[in-house]
């Protein structure tokens, strides 16, 4: 398991635990961080730049500390 | 407010419009108000002189139709050739009385010598004989005609008009004079308007001892002392504010002018001037006037506020307008724009953009429908691609 899919299943619980619209606060932490959420599995690879801006693009959008 | 958004920058833009374009009509409002509450002003001084001078004209129209039909009076012709005071003073003294209830308060027979002694005064029939050596008296020798206009006598300041007795072969008989006090102009231009009016002569051209007199003549309290410039021969109202001037009676304006406007509880008045001259166009004294412009003042503001009033609610509505239809042709679409791409990219494929129009922001929109068309597309054969 890839820290990058990690990532992405613990913001799309914390999205759907706030009740917030699923795509579109998705697809602005996706914009933000330059990734498709949604390509993004158990077997992508973990770059540490990819890391800190969905990181960070989590942080911006959901006030989430990861 | 994110300063960085049109939407921003164009409610700041339209405010600074709303805040410059209702400063404007305000300034000009007022602007506009002022010079028309002078200009009110300046008319309530120069419609108080030109009633002056209707009246003054008026009097003398009066005093030469008297002057006239008494010249066409052979009985009177007769008294005054015959030198018979007596008979003179009884075929004039009823007709003195009926004159005097029409304001002629002097009238006077001059005999025709040198320096026109004083040969009756009806206002005084005791008193003849002496000789007033005023400008009205040279100028009827020198001229032999009728002269008329304002001098200062002993009785005060009076319009006069003083015409040659002449007898049916021409001979020079003397001279008959009227004159009516402009003290009692006053009070019937107060009648006729309403406004105060107030009275000054200048001392230069008013004899201490006569004033003196003249006020004994009128059981008046002897006012010389209450002014070093001038003496108030008579005014409409007890207040002595009517009056205050510190200028010089001689420099005031010919057309006259507005010394100040003043607010008196709810009322709004004007306090103006114009000068008196006599006949030898000596400016002798001044009337002042105080007007009560409220009614006109008071409208003129109500127009003013409605005007300012109207073009803050006209230019906030019009603020309002171009806001909204920003917001529904520009500001709404890009925002549906912004909302569909995002979703798009988190995943939701099916979300479409409706082209609503064919404007500027409707070719963005279909732009993005055609990006966003392509972009599910190249999704939909990723797999396809990384099989491959």
């Given amino acids: 398991m890839s820290e990058m899919y990690d990532l992405r299943v613990h913001i799309e619980k914390q999205i759907k635990a706030k009740g917030l619209d699923f795509m579109e606060v998705r697809g602005q932490i996706g914009l933000r961080a330059g990734k498709l959420l949604a390509f993004i599995n158990p077997t992508t690879v973990d770059e540490p730049e990819a890391i800190a801006k969905l990181k960070k693009a989590a942080k911006d959008v959901l006030n989430l500390n990861l | ?388």
């Avoid at chain 2, 009110?40 to 003398?60: D, G």
């Avoid at chain 2, 004039?92 to 002694?117: C, S």
């Avoid at chain 2, 300012?308 to 529904?328: I, Q």
Wanted: charge should be negative; aromatic fraction near 8%.
């Fill in chain 2, 1 to 388: 407010m994110k300063l960085n958004l049109i939407r921003t920058k164009v409610l700041l833009a339209l405010i600074a419009c709303l805040v410059i374009g209702v400063a404007g009509i305000v300034a000009l409002m007022q602007y506009s108000f002022t010079r028309n509450a002078d200009a009110l002003a300046a008319e309530s001084v120069t419609a108080a002189q030109r009633l002056f001078m209707i009246l003054e004209a008026r009097e003398i129209s009066k005093m030469s139709a008297v002057a006239d039909m008494l010249i066409a009076n052979d009985e009177v012709l007769d008294a005054v050739a015959s030198r018979d005071r007596p008979r003179l003073l009884a075929l004039t003294g009823p007709m003195y009385l009926e004159l005097k209830k029409q304001g002629i308060t002097n009238w006077m027979f001059h005999t025709p010598e040198a320096g026109m002694p004083v040969f009756l005064r009806l206002h005084n029939p005791t008193l003849f004989g002496d000789q007033l050596n005023r400008f009205m008296d040279k100028e009827i020798q020198r001229t032999h005609a009728p002269v008329e206009g304002n001098e200062l006598a002993r009785a005060g300041f009076a319009v006069r008009v003083i015409e040659p007795l002449t007898n049916a072969q021409g001979k020079q008989l003397g001279y008959v004079e009227f004159g009516e006090e402009i003290g009692q102009f006053i009070h019937t231009m107060k009648q006729q308007t309403g406004d105060d009016y107030g009275l000054l002569l200048s001392k230069r051209y008013v004899d201490r001892q006569f004033w003196s007199q003249s006020n004994a003549i009128l059981k008046r309290r002897d006012n010389w002392n209450d002014n070093p410039r001038f003496v108030v021969a008579d005014k409409t109202t007890p207040s002595d504010s009517i009056i205050k001037f510190d200028g010089d009676l001689g420099a005031v304006h010919a057309e006259g002018s507005v010394l100040e406007r003043f607010h008196d509880g709810n009322a709004i008045f004007v306090r103006g001037i114009f000068p008196l001259h006599d006949a030898a166009g000596n400016s002798v004294g001044a009337m002042f006037v105080v007007h009560d412009i409220s009614a006109t003042y008071v409208a003129m503001r109500g127009t003013r506020n409605i005007l300012v009033l109207v073009t803050v609610a006209t230019l906030s509505l019009g603020m309002f307008l171009v806001l909204t239809l920003l917001d529904r042709l520009v500001f709404r679409r890009l925002d549906r724009i912004i909302r569909i791409a995002t979703r798009v990219v988190g995943g939701d494929y099916e979300s479409n953009i409706h082209v609503s129009s064919e404007d500027e922001v409707g070719q963005i929109e279909l732009l993005f429908e055609q990006f966003r068309c392509v972009f599910v597309d190249v999704l939909s054969h990723v797999p396809e691609l990384m099989g491959k």
